[in-house]
């Protein structure tokens, strides 16, 4: 099992930046990727962007691309998604999720963080 808590949410106003944390414990030695997902209002769940557990791989979706990165620390067990320029329409709750293989689908999941952005 891996469990997952994200921090790092909040108020901020459209061009603003903010930094997303995702802590990860329990059996860290098994996760392929981690990503970040997103779910606003009356919306489904939207993939945000992902990152290999060990290599350089990364993807990003492309409402997102040159506005967010995903980075990790292996020491911290700990995966971020710093998010600039910063639009209404990032608005939603971010969930952290990490996944053993890159043929699953995420089977683990944070409890997720509230992101609302005021234009």
């Known amino acids: 099992q891996v469990q997952l808590v994200e921090s790092g949410g909040g108020l901020v106003q459209a061009g603003d930046s903010l930094r997303l944390s995702c802590a990860a414990s329990g059996r860290t030695f098994s996760i392929y990727t981690m990503g970040w997902f997103r779910q606003a209002p009356g919306k489904e769940r939207e993939f945000v962007a992902e990152?290999?557990?060990?290599?350089?791989?990364?993807a990003y979706a492309d409402s997102v691309k040159g506005r967010f990165t995903i980075s990790r620390d292996n020491a911290k067990n700990t995966v971020y998604l710093q998010m600039n320029s910063l639009k209404a329409e990032d608005t939603a709750v971010y969930y952290c999720?990490?996944?053993?293989?890159?043929?699953?689908?995420?089977?683990?999941w944070g409890q997720g963080t509230q992101v609302t952005v005021s234009s």
């Open positions: 990152i290999s557990w060990s290599n350089s791989y990364t």
């Open positions: 999720a990490a996944r053993q293989n890159i043929l699953s689908d995420y089977p683990y």
